[in-house]
């Protein structure tokens, strides 16, 4: 199994970005998926999932500002994030879990059985 994050960076307060995680070896729509980022001294923080069905679920720290989204055809998860923070600021982490319910989303980073290496996202002016 591999999961391999991009679309990291720097980017002023403010601003967007979209990240993208490609998934492999595994069946990518029996996967419930979700991003989770873990900031220098601190601990790992979900930011959203999304089902196996497309259906969303966000905390109420990024609610209204990021957005999961899932391409089945292309084994891939993006999220994207708009008027970023500085305490945005963490190294982003694809991760998944398989389900065999299709509306079922995870809102604990310990529930999820597979992660990336993650891409740093750095919000600073």
């Known amino acids: 199994v591999q999961l391999v994050e991009s679309g990291g960076g720097l980017v002023q307060p403010g601003g967007s970005l979209r990240l993208s995680c490609v998934a492999s070896?595994?069946?990518?729509?029996?996967?419930?998926m979700a991003w989770i980022r873990q900031a220098p001294g601190k601990e790992r923080e979900f930011v959203a999932a999304?089902?196996?069905?497309?259906?969303?679920y966000y905390p109420n720290s990024v609610k209204g500002r990021f957005s999961i989204s899932r391409d089945n055809t292309k084994n891939t998860v993006y999220l994207r994030m708009n008027n970023l923070k500085p305490e945005d600021t963490a190294v982003y982490s694809c991760?998944?879990?398989?389900?065999?319910?299709?509306?079922?989303?995870?809102?604990?980073?310990?529930?999820?059985?597979?992660w990336g290496q993650g891409t740093l996202v750095t919000v600073s002016s």
């Open positions: 991760s998944a879990k398989w389900t065999s319910e299709s509306y079922r989303v995870f809102d604990e980073a310990h529930e999820y059985d597979y």
């Open positions: 999304v089902s196996r069905s497309s259906n969303p």
């Open positions: 070896g595994f069946t990518f729509g029996s996967q419930s």
